[in-house]
């Protein structure tokens, strides 16, 4: 009778535990959505989080989260292959055509948009149900598009002030510990309370020594007449205003009227000699030398250079700033835990400098510096000696009233200067025409080259 009994008790028990990890079997797998500002995330550390943690990872790359009220989203071909280089669109039918609408429409706005737009969903969902005598209580707010963002510091400043993005939980950042002191406490978020800041830059010139074969030491050279025609400005407006403001010998984060109005009329004395005001597509206009003189961040100097050896970088006797990047957990997101976990995983000493190779901006950890080959932790442009960066300032977001007035003026600016390109004949020299099929014999990814070489690169120590 005992024997039967705990044959039944045990068979009891093992129904019980396969029932439980069947339960477990049929959970849902979380999906973690991440948002970053150009690829700045090494793809292979993603996947080393997932197995790790059984997160996956939906990883979602922008061309710039904001363009102060620009929206210029890179052109990019159909993911499917289907892109015809004819540029004859097939017929669709009135459905297709209305997705397809909405899909370029949702891919203009900048990150601020999509996080914003679960707000004026919930609001015109709550209008409806009021003005239907619904009850509103049923009405609930959508998750936010994205758990996790990376993104600059002068983004994450207008993301805390709208309440887009949440105070984060330390105790699960352990890792954290690892960021110098001074990315802990930046003036855009004191205290690190809503971001945690990995990577940075600072500005400077780039310019092509095959055109230009005299140091450039000045940030006033980008009014240099006799580089008329052949100069790149940024398409954004808070990055051009501040190479302006610079060059005036005044603070980038500076909030005064009389300032801004005469960084504003500096660049407009500037616009006829700009050949274009551009974004991502500025790297190939330098890279093929159909540009030579452009402003420049660190990082996306390396990358460039990278690709063409004529390529030079420096940072002007007038001085600089920075810019920095950091990781936000999205205000409203039901994985919180999962999306605190990444950050931690991506601040691991290791991680930090492997990413911080694979993208080449510099590493706000002294700790991970360590982890790096000499080559890397040496290298001038990406760490550069004290001296250079001792009084730069960290760019911030500059809200006031009289900054935001040029948004509109920019706009027309950048609307203008389109025209006068589209409607100019394309003219190459010999010489630029073999520079640019020289360089095109290369056509390896900068950032692929850096991603093979990381192993390499970052120490056992």
Known sequence: MKRTLSLLLAAALLLSCVGLLSGCSNQETVTLRVYCEGDLIRSSLMDEFSKETGILVEYTTGNST????????????????????????????????????????????????????????????????????????????????????????????????????????????????????????????????????????????????????????????????EYAGQI??????????????????????????????????????????????????????????????????????????????????????????????????VEGTSHSEEALAFINYMCQEENLAKNAIYCKYSVTSDEALEKMDSSWRNNPLAYPDESVIADTELLSFNGSDTWTDYAAQWAELLVTKAAETADSPEEETTEESDASEEQGDTEDDPAEDASSDTENEVSAS
């Open 232 to 329: 790149l400005m940024p398409s954004d407006l808070r990055d051009a205003m501040a190479v302006a403001l610079t060059s005036l010998g005044y603070s980038v984060n500076t909030e005064s009227s009389e300032e801004l109005a005469a960084a504003w009329d500096f660049l407009g004395q500037q616009s006829a000699l700009v050949q274009d005001y551009t974004a991502a597509e500025g790297f190939s206009r330098m890279t093929e030398g159909t540009a030579w003189l452009t402003p420049a961040y660190s990082g996306d100097a390396l990358n460039m250079m990278s690709d063409n050896t004529a390529l030079s970088f420096a940072v002007p006797t007038e001085g600089t700033w920075r810019i920095s990047y950091g990781y936000c957990v």
């Open 66 to 225: 904001l363009e102060n009220g620009m929206n210029l989203p890179e052109d990019e071909e159909d993911s499917s292959g289907s892109a015809s280089s004819s540029g004859v669109t097939p017929e669709l039918t009135e459905e297709e055509l209305a997705a397809l609408e909405a899909e370029e429409a949702w891919e203009a706005l900048d990150l601020y948009d999509r996080l914003q737009q679960r707000y004026s969903d919930y609001e015109e969902a709550l209008a409806q149900a009021e003005a239907d005598g619904a009850e509103t209580e049923s009405v609930t707010m959508e998750e936010p598009v994205y758990d996790v963002v990376f993104t600059s510091g002068d983004v994450i400043e207008q993301l805390i002030e709208a309440g887009l993005v949440q105070a984060l939980d330390y105790s699960k950042l352990s890792n954290a510990d690892a960021i110098n002191e001074e990315y802990q406490n930046c003036d855009y978020d004191p205290g690190g309370v809503y971001s945690v800041t990995t990577l940075w830059q600072m500005m400077g010139l780039l310019w092509n020594s095959d055109y230009i074969d005299t140091q450039v030491t000045s940030w006033n050279t980008l009014w240099a007449e």
